[in-house]
């Protein structure tokens, strides 16, 4: 009963980046308690075979179109059945949108103790224990889980994805069929860019942009790193950009590799959303701008004026690269 | 419709957080609290607008001690009805939608609404619990519901966009921003809050499943390396050779 089961998520068909990190965790904890890392594929997914290179044991697929519309009740029988059938106590879902709605009723379906969003894993003598963010980030714990049954979401890029499986056969299981209670009428979602909670780049702009026309170059130098774009409060408020880029404490929480704040000037509830970053740029032209404290470089200038300069340096960074 | 909302009280957005000295809880002295904002101003408020369009109650259930009652008023005197308080310290998630689905489950409610996450533990635990005790539907980070004879049409934000769901019955749903626009009581509603009910139950006893090893602050940040606005070739190098980002 030390096998650990991970949920392998997928948009559109194609397994999330998120989905091979959370890979690497469940078979980081199977190695730790000894046992295999099982990952349930469910509905139609391409290459569902590519799971254990980054560390499934085993990999299973539920290969019912039910699957293909999200229901987190449906998703979350699947998981526990899964898990009783394969033997399965620990459950590792990703800290998505879909693997929030999930990870509460495996709690409670598996009478589970559960971590959301965690980061890491500890081992020690008295067994293994989880980090997370808490206070939006102000803070960090450490949490031991009490029961025998165990349920994590894991927050996208904690943790690098590893190759450290092989090459593993697709087996099919038998599940009860979904029932779709709710149902999936539209799904509108941004083609080409990875979504921000993925995203290892994020080049992000507030106010000091003076107004959406100016967007442009802010796209230019986040085409020039491969980054995705975000933007603050005020400005998915007035309109300038979509409701979804809107990182902070009451938008999206991101911690990519790299962030660049551009025009920002680092208000407590903008942080909340972007400190766990583990790179941070601010360009400002504000020296006393609150971000400045929190960053790692800082440029104080017109951002009209750097904007396009970082950008051809990073495109000639590029160039000599290739 | 018959709508319950689940309010939780959080430290305010900009308090500065410490813990005790062993460092196994929040130490809340000196911090003013609130209602936690996702449960106010998104899912309280857009249970009030569904009860003013299409008639019926909103009540109120928090999990905590006495010292939460000044939330539980604000809460009526935004425009919930009733209020319910259990008892009892909100020790995690797996409690607190413990003692929510118990008082739920022979009540019959139309919609159960909450906040995403609290802003303290940032958990976004407890709605999927609940909806998985009352056997009900789940739809998190809704920015936008809307309900006609008995079917609720939903947007809920998800990576890099929206989805737009539609669910029969009764429901649970997690509030994100854009589902209400948050509302100051008026002296009206502050008066008519004294004497709406608030009823005391006693919790009943869950398991703990998880226990707090400690709590700690993030390591300080080491100063920010200003860059010359004439050498961004600098902060590429820095970038690249020091940070190792790109």
Redesign the interface.
């Known amino acids: 009963m030390n096998d650990v089961l991970i949920f392998a998520e997928s948009?559109n068909g194609v397994l999330k980046k998120t989905t091979f990190e959370v890979v690497t965790f469940g078979r980081k904890i199977a190695d730790a308690v000894g046992g295999q890392c099982h990952a349930l594929v469910l509905g139609t997914v391409n290459n569902p075979g590519d799971l254990g290179k980054y560390g499934a044991h085993a990999i299973h697929h539920a290969d019912n179109k039910g699957y293909d519309s999200?229901?987190?009740?449906d998703f979350?029988a699947a998981l526990s059945i899964a898990a009783e059938k394969l033997g399965a106590s620990t459950i590792v879902v990703p800290h998505?949108?879909?693997g929030?709605?999930?990870?509460?009723?495996l709690?409670?379906?598996l009478?589970?103790?559960?971590?959301?969003?965690a980061n890491g894993i500890k081992t020690a003598d008295s067994g293994l224990?989880f980090t997370?963010?808490?206070?939006?980030?102000?803070?960090?714990?450490?949490?031991?889980?009490?029961?025998e049954k165990k349920v994590i979401s894991l927050m996208g890029n904690s943790i690098p994805v590893e190759e450290i499986g092989s090459n593993v056969k697709v087996q099919s299981i038998e599940l009860p069929a979904p029932q779709n209670?709710?149902?999936?009428?539209?799904?509108?979602?941004?083609e080409g860019?990875?979504?921000?909670?993925?995203a290892?780049?994020v080049v992000s702009a507030g106010r000091g942009m003076k107004g959406p026309e100016n967007w442009n170059i802010i796209e230019e130098l986040a085409n020039s790193?491969g980054a995705t774009t975000a933007c603050s409060r005020p400005v998915a408020d007035t309109g300038w950009r979509p409701?979804?880029e809107?990182v902070g404490?009451?938008?999206?929480a991101i911690r990519p590799?790299?962030y660049i704040a551009i025009g920002i000037s680092g208000a407590?509830?903008h942080l909340?959303g972007v400190?766990n970053s583990?790179?941070m740029?601010?360009i400002n032209k504000d020296p006393e701008a609150p971000f400045?404290?929190?960053?790692?470089?800082?440029?104080?200038?017109d951002l009209f004026?750097?904007v396009p300069?970082?950008t051809?340096?990073?495109n000639?960074?590029r160039a000599a690269q290739n | 419709m018959k709508i319950l909302v689940c309010i939780s009280r959080t430290?305010e957005?900009?308090a500065k957080?410490s813990?005790s000295a062993d460092g196994k809880s929040f130490d809340g002295s000196g911090v003013s609290f609130i209602m936690n904002?996702y449960d106010e101003w998104y899912a309280l408020v857009r249970a009030v607008e569904l009860k003013e369009k299409h008639g019926g109650t909103v009540t109120v259930i928090h999990v905590g001690t006495a010292e939460s009652d000044t939330v539980i008023r604000k809460a009526l005197a935004i425009g919930a009805d009733d209020a319910v308080r259990i008892d009892a310290e909100a020790r995690d998630?797996?409690f607190v939608?413990n003692q929510i689905g118990h008082f739920a489950k022979d009540q019959a409610f139309d919609a159960i609404l909450l906040g995403k996450e609290t802003?303290?533990?940032?958990?976004?635990?407890?709605?999927?619990?609940v909806?998985?005790?009352l056997?009900l539907?789940?739809?998190?980070?809704a920015?936008s519901l809307q309900v006609d004879d008995g079917t609720a049409?939903i947007k809920?934000?998800?990576?890099?966009?929206?989805?737009?769901?539609?669910?029969?019955g009764a429901f649970v749903l997690s509030a994100?921003?854009?589902l209400a626009e948050q509302r100051i009581p008026n002296m009206r509603g502050i008066m008519m809050a004294k004497r709406k009910p608030l009823q005391v139950l006693d919790p009943i006893d869950v398991?703990?499943?998880?226990?707090?090893?400690?709590?700690?602050?993030?390591d300080e940040?080491?100063a920010?390396?200003?860059?010359d606005?004439e050498n961004?070739?600098e902060?590429?190098r820095?970038?690249?050779e020091e940070?190792k980002?790109?």
């Open positions: 948009q999200f229901d987190g009740r979350s998505s949108a879909n929030r709605t999930i990870l509460g009723r709690a409670i379906r009478n589970a103790g559960s971590v959301s969003g224990s997370k963010g808490v206070f939006s980030g102000k803070a960090k714990a450490s949490l031991q889980l009490l029961s209670r709710v149902l999936v009428v539209e799904k509108q979602t941004v860019t990875v979504p921000l909670p993925e290892e780049l790193l409701h979804h809107h404490q009451t938008g999206v590799n790299l407590i509830q909340a400190n583990k790179v740029v601010v400045f404290k929190a960053a790692d470089y800082g440029v104080c200038a004026d750097v300069r970082l051809e340096a990073i000639k960074f | 430290p957005t900009t957080i813990f904002p998630a797996f939608a802003i303290d533990y940032n958990g976004n635990e407890v709605g999927a619990m909806a998985e005790l056997d539907p789940y739809i998190s980070y920015s049409t809920r934000d998800i990576e890099g966009g929206v989805e737009v769901v539609k669910v029969s994100a921003k854009g398991d703990q499943q998880v226990t707090v090893e400690g709590f700690s602050l993030p940040k080491s920010v390396k200003m860059v606005p961004m070739d902060l590429v820095l970038l690249h940070a980002v790109i």
